[in-house]
């Protein structure tokens, strides 16, 4: 028996596996969820939208022309600005300059007026809406700047248009 061959065993592989790429794969994949997640709540900014009804404007001729107030960002650094429709004003148009002593102390003083105004209707908490109007010749710095405005006189409506009539462009070149 000795002269038999002797069975040859077989090297066992060690049966440990390497995990360490799928770590790295859990780990990117909870990351891109985390991301994914995030990306898809939403991010929305609150719309004030007018209340169109006797009450809001104080007379029933139209609604929005006691509240609204215009300003027209031109070249050079001119502001110009007026409250209620252009064509009969409730505050003529006047030329304003940024900062403290320009447009926020007019600013701070129609939305005090308006808030006293609603407040007396029986609408507290309804200050004057700001239509911003930039004009092509405005540069990005005047725009931000107004916005600034926006902020520190605490006006919660307002809305950038790019509309100008041809009334207000006439304005805004002789101003």
């Known amino acids: 028996m000795k002269n038999l ?6 090297k066992k592989l060690s049966s440990r596996v390497d995990l360490t790429a799928m770590v790295s794969v859990s780990f990117l ?3 891109f969820f985390m991301v994914t997640i995030e990306l ?3 991010k929305a900014m609150h719309l004030s939208l007018p209340d169109y ?3 809001t404007c104080g007379w029933t001729g139209g609604c929005g022309e006691n509240r609204s107030y215009t300003i027209l960002l031109g070249d050079d650094d001119k502001l110009v600005s007026y409250m209620g429709l252009l064509e009969v004003p409730k505050i003529a148009p006047k030329k304003f300059g940024y900062g403290k002593d320009g447009i926020r102390q007019e ?3 129609q939305n005090k007026n308006m808030l006293n105004y609603s407040a007396q209707l029986g609408r507290p908490g309804q ?4 239509i911003i109007k930039p ?3 405005s540069n990005f710095k005047n725009l931000v700047d107004i916005l600034d405005e926006m902020a520190i006189a605490d006006i919660s409506s307002y809305v950038i248009v790019n509309d100008f009539t041809p009334q207000e462009s006439k304005l805004l ?3």
């Open 5 to 10: 061959p002797q069975k040859v065993r077989s």
């Open 29 to 31: 994949l909870i990351i």
């Open 40 to 42: 898809r709540k939403n």
């Open 53 to 55: 009804d006797a009450h």
């Open 107 to 109: 600013l701070l003083k």
């Open 127 to 130: 200050g004057m809406v700001v």
């Open 135 to 137: 004009s092509k010749k």
């Open 173 to 175: 070149a002789l101003k």
